[in-house]
């Protein structure tokens, strides 16, 4: 069942620069997906237009039911409802806790105390960090920053993960704990993961859906697929 549905989108921006040309794309519920490019390729362009960061200049963009071309500036948390987002940095509050970052966004939704603390937990022990619950940002290593943030994307148990290079700023080592925690969130939570990388040995290992995108086009779609991108000079 389709989850992601792209049809003939373009996006094209006020300086005249084109982030995407035309893209097709389908994306099934609990699919893994990489979405790979050199800088400047397109691929930011079609993660901000998932999470209705920017909107389609022409085309259809639907996710999890709801258009995002047509959807209002007033509903767009209907369908960030419906989504967790992880950045390469962190973007925790750094005068919060652990516990406290992560049951932030419950709290703003109005849930009561009694039906957040299970649901953070829940998260936290996905991440491995159930013993970091008092911890603050400060005192944790970029790895489990990191945990943090994808503990606070999954935490309302969305049908979809948006990752925008989460390993950018951590150590290969660090790199591969995290995505084998984003790996377990997908086989285990069943959550669609979408994911923009420059990070080859990553996506060479994990053998997952390849996506390219050149110049806004896409170029390649490959099931278990590896980075191959075109180098520019």
Partial sequence: MKLIDIKECSKVYKN???????????IN???????????????????????????PTKGKVIVGGIDVAKLRNSKIYKLRRKLGVVFQDFKLLPKLTVYENV?????????KSNDIRPKVMKALEHVGLKD?????????????QQRVCIAR?????PKLLICDEPTGNLDPDTS????????NINKELGTTVVMATHDKDIVNRMKKRVVTIENGIKVSDKMKGSYKVHESN
Wanted: proline share 1%; no cysteine; glycine share 12%.
């Fill in 176 to 183: 591969k704990e995290i995505m084998d925690v984003i790996d």
């Fill in 103 to 111: 049951a932030f966004g419950l709290e703003t939704l109005g849930l």
């Fill in 153 to 157: 994307a999954i935490v309302n148990n």
């Fill in 29 to 55: 519920k609990g699919e893994f997906v990489f979405i790979i490019g050199q800088t400047a390729s397109g691929k930011s362009t079609l993660i901000k237009l998932l999470y209705r960061e920017e909107k």
């Fill in 16 to 26: 005249g620069v084109t982030g995407l040309a035309n893209l097709d794309l389908e």
């Fill in 132 to 144: 970091k619950v008092r911890s603050f940002p400060d005192q944790l290593s970029g790895g489990e």
